[in-house]
Every structure is written in C-alpha cells, then in structure tokens.
C-alpha cells in the first residue's frame, strides 16, 4: 500500500492538494493512506521549506505548489 504524506500549515493550497491526493486514490481504485502532516516541527524533520508538500512513499515528488489530481495518479502508478 502507498503512503502518501501533505505536508503544510493547512493553508488552502495544502487542503486542495489533500483533496487531490484523496480524488486520485479513489479515480485509481487503490488502497493508500494519506496523512495530513501541520506540525510545524514535523514538517521542519523532512527539511522542506515551501509548502504544501506531496510526498509519496517518503519521497518528495511536489513542493510549493497544489499538486493535480493527474500529477498524482502519475506517481501512484510508478
């Protein structure tokens, strides 16, 4: 199962890509878990600045940006 981390404040551009990543899990029609992440500390251990984050499997895929509802079938196909 694929672990999918949103790292961010919750500032709109985090919940829409939160909401991305939850709508290409379901077009998909795979299990993954997706975690939320708005610790501030948290967030500081993935050494990220700019938010939100998408990361997949513990790997950084988008930074800075709302990550698309494509974009991320993309990686969870890969």
Do not use: H, S
């Amino acid at each position: 199962m694929k672990t999918i981390k949103i790292l961010g404040p919750g500032c709109p551009k985090c919940k829409t890509t939160f909401q991305n990543a939850e709508k290409a899990v379901a077009q998909l029609g795979i299990e993954a878990k997706i975690i939320k992440i708005e610790d501030i500390e948290e967030m500081m251990r993935y050494n990220v600045l700019t938010t939100p984050v998408l990361m997949i499997d513990d790997l950084v895929k988008i930074k800075g940006r709302i990550a698309q509802i494509d974009e991320i079938k993309d990686f969870l196909k890969q």
